[in-house]
């Protein structure tokens, strides 16, 4: 299994990003994802979700401002962040699902929202 | 949402101690509890699921238990590798959310 994040990058707040999450070795269109988030120095935040039939939960925090997508015949994951804040500042990971908790995590990229 | 109170916050230990970390759910979370390690600019790795269940890989003096609201996570013998940080998270109840973290030093 092996998950590699990209798209990540320095962004002015109010101001748009989309990150991707590249899956192989395994099925991807099989599994719910999720995106997980880390602000320096901080804890862990789950960020929102994708089932394997593509649907969605968000945490309030994020919820009208991402959206979380996938493409199967691509096996790739998506993070679309909207209206970003100075607070959404963090690390984002991508995970696989599993019955409930996270097995596998890609190793993140840095988002950095600041003007 | 079900708030994970884990404590402590950090931890200091010699190599070879048995060090134990709790996670209290603020509502009965059924045993759905896994722990992760992270260490220094790394993804977590997943230990423990369903409590006690260790994951493929996952070395024999770590072990969890608990039940209720009321989790706890050991590391025996604690060896060099093992300085990292570890978090609890639920996952019985939407949002899914973790504990904030105890971060694990050699004395």
């Known amino acids: 299994v092996q998950l590699v994040e990209s798209g990540g990058g320095l962004v002015q707040p109010g101001k748009s990003l989309k990150l991707s999450c590249s899956a192989s070795?395994?099925?991807?269109?099989?599994?719910?994802m999720h995106w997980i988030r880390q602000a320096p120095g901080k804890g862990l935040d789950w960020v929102a979700y994708i089932s394997s039939s593509s649907g969605t939960v968000y945490a309030d925090a994020v919820k009208g401002r991402f959206t979380i997508s996938r493409d199967n015949a691509k096996n790739t994951l998506y993070l679309q962040l909207n209206s970003l804040k100075s607070e959404d500042t963090a690390i984002y990971y991508c995970?696989?699902?599993?019955?409930?908790?996270?097995?596998?995590w890609g190793q993140g990229v840095m988002v950095t929202v600041s003007s | 949402d079900i708030q994970m109170t884990q404590s402590p916050p950090s931890l200091s230990a010699s190599l070879g101690d048995k060090v134990t970390i709790t996670c209290q759910a603020s509502q009965n979370i059924n045993k759905y509890i896994a722990w992760y390690q992270q260490k220094p600019g790394k993804a977590p790795r997943l230990l423990i699921r369903?409590?006690?269940t260790l994951e493929s890989g996952t070395p024999s003096r770590f072990s969890g238990s608990g039940s209720g609201r009321d989790y706890s996570f050991s590391i025996s013998n604690v060896e060099s590798e093992d300085i990292a940080s570890y978090y609890c998270?639920?996952?019985?109840?939407?949002?899914?959310?973790f504990g904030g973290g105890t971060k694990l030093e050699l004395k």
């Open positions: 070795g395994f099925t991807f269109s099989s599994y719910g």
């Open positions: 369903y409590t006690s």
């Open positions: 995970a696989r699902g599993r019955t409930g908790y996270f097995d596998y």
């Open positions: 998270l639920q996952y019985v109840n939407l949002p899914w959310t």
